[in-house]
């Protein structure tokens, strides 16, 4: 059972910067396709970026494209979503998540293990 740890979720004003981790029990790059998702109150979890380290491939949601870039490394078994130019429309709980059972979904109910999640607030 893979087990997540988000860090790095905080406050922070619109236009600013923020990096969030997420930390593996163990190694998932070579395996897993890892992805960020993130929950606002009243809405639905909805996908933000995902990689797919063993072929290079990374997709970004059309409204964080160009704003936040998703990384990992491997040697650490941590994942990254670097977080630019935020919005107060970026605020909600982001969470980490893993699946070995597709390679390129953007769907939720897909994704087999997931982390606590981490709060992140954009002020106007």
């Known amino acids: 059972q893979v087990q997540l740890v988000e860090s790095g979720g905080g406050l922070v004003q619109a236009g600013g910067s923020l990096r969030l981790s997420c930390a593996a029990s163990?190694?998932?790059?070579?395996?897993?396709?890892m992805g960020w998702f993130r929950q606002a109150p009243g809405r639905e979890r909805e996908f933000v970026a995902r990689?797919?380290?063993?072929?290079?491939?990374?997709y970004h949601a059309n409204s964080v494209k160009g704003r936040f870039t998703i990384s990992g490394d491997e040697a650490k078994n941590t994942l990254y979503l670097q977080m630019n130019s935020l919005k107060p429309e970026d605020t909600a709980v982001y969470y980490c998540?893993?699946?070995?059972?597709?390679?390129?979904?953007?769907?939720?109910?897909?994704?087999?293990?997931w982390g606590q999640g981490t709060q992140v607030t954009v002020s106007s």
């Open positions: 990689i797919r380290w063993s072929a290079g491939a990374t």
């Open positions: 998540a893993a699946t070995r059972r597709t390679f390129y979904s953007t769907d939720p109910g897909e994704y087999d293990h």
């Open positions: 163990e190694r998932t790059f070579s395996t897993y396709t």
